[in-house]
């Protein structure tokens, strides 16, 4: 779950070593699948349980805005995790982003643990199967990620599979609460690496 009770800012973390990241595999009886037409409800029931979206409607809103438009590729992009009762209990995305400008770069969206199965493997899990998609697609030679200071815990494991933290200039289209991007920056990793070292 996030946790709210920390500053809010928003971060982005870069993998360039694409290639290398730790292997791991579902527990018995869980199972990856794809997209398929409705799993938008069970997406937006999930971002709506980890507590990034004030409503479920607003997330099934939100889904429609920023994915329907390229409905053929959420069925090659768009990761989900079923339980052993096939109920979906987590998912992850792959998917386009223009923070550095106009020409789109591929990041990690949306990642997402039912609350209820979170600290069972499910997150480490499904960024492997993330990362070997990125990679089976042939989507390029460096991918990123945008979060928050409330998810540090899934920093920390973001950091374990090779992204790191960005350090440098202010992304063309990234937004800020202050007109100082790396003094905010900084903040926000102090904040991170504070919480993750002292929990």
């Known amino acids: 779950m996030l946790d709210k009770t920390i500053p809010y800012f928003g971060v982005i973390m870069v993998k360039d070593n694409i290639k290398e990241y730790p292997k791991y595999n579902l527990p018995n009886g869980y199972s990856f699948c794809m997209y398929e037409d409705g799993y938008e409800n069970y997406w937006a029931k999930l971002e709506y349980r980890v507590g990034e979206f004030n409503s479920f409607e607003a ?3 939100y889904f429609d805005s920023e994915f ?3 409905k053929e590729e959420l069925y090659k992009r768009c990761i989900f995790v079923k339980n052993e009762a096939g109920e979906i209990i987590a998912t992850a995305s792959i998917w386009y982003g ?3 400008g106009d020409k789109l770069m591929q990041r990690i969206h949306w990642v997402a643990v039912d609350p209820d ?3 069972n493997g499910i997150a480490k899990a499904l960024i492997t199967k993330t990362l070997d998609t990125f990679n089976e697609l042939g989507l390029g030679d460096i991918l990123y990620l945008t979060t928050q200071t409330w998810s540090f815990k899934a920093i920390n494991i973001y950091m374990e599979f090779g992204f790191k933290p960005y350090m440098g200039e202010k992304p063309v289209n990234w937004k800020t609460k202050s007109q100082n991007f790396e003094e905010e920056n900084k903040k926000a990793w102090d904040i991170i690496f504070d919480r993750i070292n002292n929990r």
């Open 117 to 119: 199965y979170q600290g």
């Open 98 to 100: 223009n923070h550095f």
């Open 68 to 70: 329907i438009r390229n």
């Open 59 to 61: 997330a099934f809103e």
